[in-house]
């Protein structure tokens, strides 16, 4: 009898709970070996309504780690403190591990891996990267003899959604996110996903499964959606966008970029067509081609799926029946490869610049550009909205690095006939690797 022991009972902690004892049969015919849920963990375990009493509940998770009939911990109680404890103790005891927690792999990753390596014990993270989507597995096992050139998607459900009502409904950022908070689709406290936090966790972790390298997150390059304007949203739109925020990390000249941002994409790009909280990801190899993976990202049941996948593997893994497992529960990188600097990576960019309507200041933003080697691609003039009186100029322009636009904007911003703020997003260009 295989023991389990549940860290954490909020959403996704109950929902595999649930999952776990609703589906147990189907779990049992791939492990063939008999398992329950003998511990939950909670530190609020009085207000938690436990139908099955011959669970045993704690309000202390490192009873679990210590018990030693325990054999698998899956930790769902979030942060990277409490989960850092119960995830080292529970590898140094030689415990299978399971977490749905980004933010402690992101940051503490390299340590966690390189224990539950010195431990031989499986370390199963499926459900850290866009829910039920099981982009780690395809990258750890289906791809993983692939040369990846990119990785490019949305992978945050809570910035698509805020995005998309802005333009479908035609409101404002701070509206769009009061009804993403009613829906629960946004938290309380939202800036861990509107900032972007949470999408760079998640393409450092995609980053370093298909490089082979050590977490990038301190060297990610994190831009949220808070500065994206219904300007910026019908602008786009007028030049045949969308914007959407996105994760991108991909291999250029030896060097590996890994970064989220605000992107104008393409109407006629697949990631244009994804809507609300849906998450999907596109996948670039040498011989494959591109390969997408679409999806509920985020919620009790999406990630309590990928959770209990792990599980199978755990098991299997425990019993000897499976040790190729160990690919994916190793399968965090250890090269050191240099992380591209966000001014050296090159992109078009959309610029936003609001300017009086007076001879010259289109000649003097023009030549800024040029000075800089910017060439525009396009570019459109737009009436002032009725309290403005500056003109709303949007450009385009060809790929550069951002060091050379972020110079342009400075000397923009500069010039007496130009508002002092510049808006630049990034644009996704369809032949980009």
Same mark, same amino acid.
């Given at each position: 009898?295989?023991?389990? %022991?549940? #860290?954490?009972?909020?959403?996704?902690?109950q929902?595999?709970?649930?999952?776990?004892?609703?589906?147990?049969? !189907?779990?049992?015919?791939?492990?063939?070996?008999?398992?329950?849920?003998?511990?939950?963990?909670?530190?609020?375990?009085?207000?938690k309504?436990?139908?099955?009493?011959?669970?045993?509940?704690?309000?202390?998770?490192?009873?679990?780690?210590?018990?030693?009939?325990?054999?698998?911990?899956?930790?769902?109680?979030?942060?990277?403190?409490?989960?850092?404890?119960?995830?080292?103790?529970?590898?140094?005891?030689?415990?299978?591990?399971?977490?749905?927690?980004?933010?402690?792999?992101?940051?503490h990753?390299?340590?966690?891996?390189?224990l539950?390596?010195?431990?031989?014990?499986?370390?199963?993270?499926?459900?850290?990267?866009?829910?039920?989507?099981?982009?780690?597995?395809?990258?750890?096992?289906?791809?993983?003899?692939?040369?990846?050139?990119?990785?490019?998607?949305?992978?945050?459900?809570t #910035?698509?959604?805020?995005?998309?009502?802005?333009?479908?409904?035609?409101?404002?950022f701070?509206?769009?996110l009061?009804?993403?908070?009613?829906?629960?689709?946004?938290?309380?406290?939202?800036?861990?996903?509107? %900032?972007?936090?949470?999408?760079?966790?998640?393409?450092?972790?995609l980053?370093?499964?298909?490089?082979?390298?050590?977490?990038?997150?301190?060297?990610?390059?994190?831009?949220?959606?808070?500065?994206?304007?219904?300007?910026?949203?019908k602008?786009?739109?007028?030049?045949?966008?969308?914007?959407?925020?996105?994760?991108?990390?991909?291999?250029?000249?030896?060097?590996?970029?890994c970064?989220?941002?605000?992107?104008?994409?393409?109407?006629?790009?697949?990631?244009?067509?994804?809507?609300?909280?849906?998450?999907?990801?596109?996948?670039?190899?040498?011989?494959f081609?591109?390969?997408?993976?679409?999806?509920?990202g985020?919620?009790?049941?999406?990630t309590?799926?990928?959770?209990?996948?792990?599980?199978? !593997?755990?098991?299997?893994?425990?019993?000897?029946?499976?040790?190729?497992?160990?690919?994916?529960?190793?399968?965090?990188?250890?090269?050191?490869?240099?992380?591209?600097?966000?001014?050296?990576?090159?992109s078009?960019?959309?610029?936003?610049?609001?300017?009086?309507?007076?001879p010259?200041?289109?000649?003097?933003?023009?030549?800024?550009?040029?000075?800089?080697?910017?060439?525009?691609?396009?570019?459109?003039?737009?009436?002032?909205?009725?309290?403005?009186?500056?003109?709303?100029?949007?450009?385009?322009?060809?790929?550069?690095?951002?060091? #050379?636009?972020?110079?342009?904007i400075?000397?923009?911003?500069?010039?007496?006939?130009?508002?002092?703020?510049?808006?630049?997003?990034?644009?996704?260009k369809?032949? !980009?690797?």
């Amino acid at each position: 009898m295989i023991k389990i %022991g549940i #860290c954490g009972l909020g959403t996704v902690g109950q929902s595999s709970l649930e999952h776990i004892i609703k589906f147990k049969n !189907e779990i049992r015919s791939n492990v063939n070996v008999d398992f329950e849920v003998s511990h939950v963990a909670d530190l609020a375990i009085e207000s938690k309504k436990l139908t099955n009493h011959n669970i045993i509940a704690t309000n202390n998770a490192m009873d679990l780690v210590k018990d030693p009939e325990i054999s698998i911990i899956i930790e769902l109680i979030g942060g990277t403190t409490a989960a850092l404890e119960i995830i080292t103790e529970s590898l140094k005891n030689k415990k299978h591990v399971i977490t749905a927690n980004k933010a402690l792999i992101a940051e503490h990753g390299n340590e966690i891996f390189k224990l539950a390596r010195e431990s031989n014990s499986f370390f199963g993270f499926e459900a850290s990267v866009a829910g039920a989507i099981p982009i780690v597995k395809v990258l750890t096992q289906s791809m993983s003899n692939e040369k990846i050139f990119s990785i490019s998607g949305i992978i945050n459900g809570t #910035c698509n959604y805020v995005l998309d009502q802005m333009s479908n409904k035609k409101i404002n950022f701070e509206t769009a996110l009061k009804d993403a908070q009613k829906l629960g689709y946004a938290e309380a406290d939202p800036s861990f996903d509107i %900032g972007g936090n949470d999408a760079a966790h998640k393409i450092s972790i995609l980053s370093s499964l298909a490089y082979k390298i050590g977490l990038p997150y301190k060297e990610t390059y994190i831009e949220g959606i808070k500065n994206i304007t219904p300007m910026d949203i019908k602008f786009a739109d007028e030049l045949g966008y969308t914007i959407k925020h996105i994760g991108v990390t991909r291999e250029l000249d030896k060097l590996i970029e890994c970064r989220v941002h605000p992107t104008l994409v393409p109407k006629n790009n697949i990631l244009s067509q994804v809507h609300n909280v849906m998450n999907a990801i596109l996948v670039k190899g040498e011989r494959f081609g591109t390969s997408m993976f679409y999806g509920h990202g985020a919620g009790g049941d999406a990630t309590a799926s990928a959770i209990v996948a792990n599980l199978v !593997e755990a098991i299997n893994f425990s019993q000897e029946i499976d040790k190729s497992n160990l690919k994916i529960s190793h399968s965090i990188g250890t090269l050191n490869r240099k992380i591209k600097n966000i001014e050296q990576v090159e992109s078009s960019f959309y610029l936003r610049i609001h300017a009086k309507d007076v001879p010259g200041v289109m000649a003097e933003i023009t030549n800024i550009l040029a000075n800089e080697k910017i060439s525009i691609e396009a570019v459109s003039q737009h009436e002032p909205e009725e309290t403005d009186s500056l003109i709303p100029i949007v450009m385009i322009t060809n790929s550069v690095p951002g060091l #050379c636009i972020n110079k342009a904007i400075d000397k923009i911003q500069l010039l007496k006939n130009v508002d002092d703020k510049v808006n630049s997003i990034r644009v996704l260009k369809l032949n !980009e690797k």
